[in-house]
Nanobody, 111 residues
């Protein structure tokens, strides 16, 4: 059974940082592309970033230069380092494998 468990969300002031983690199990972690997606209040699902097995990365324009995706294949863990956070980054963040997502972790950016 595939499991994706996100953590690391919270309340942060504008300009602050958070690091999200996603621990995965049930598939060969190192062999797959993994992504972060988010859903803001009253909004649809938005793609944030993807990391391929060869470690190439891509980012949505809205987060480019502020967010960094990474992975630790030995720990089956995907990360999202979020810096210079803005109120519009407020959302539930999910890691995604193929079309499966975890339960998400809430990120709230507010003063």
């Amino acid at each position: 059974e595939v499991q994706l468990v996100e953590s690391g969300g919270g309340l942060v002031q504008p300009g602050g940082s958070l690091r999200l983690s996603c621990v995965a199990s049930g598939f060969t972690f190192s062999a797959w592309a993994l992504s972060w997606v988010r859903q803001g209040p009253g909004k649809g699902l938005e793609w944030v970033s993807t990391m391929l097995p060869g470690n190439s990365t891509s980012y949505a324009d809205s987060v480019k230069g502020r967010f960094t995706i990474s992975r630790d294949n030995a720990k089956n863990t995907l990360y999202l380092q979020m810096d210079s956070l803005k109120p519009e980054d407020t959302a539930v963040y999910y890691c995604q494998w193929v079309n499966l997502r975890g339960q998400g972790t809430q990120v709230t950016v507010s003063s």
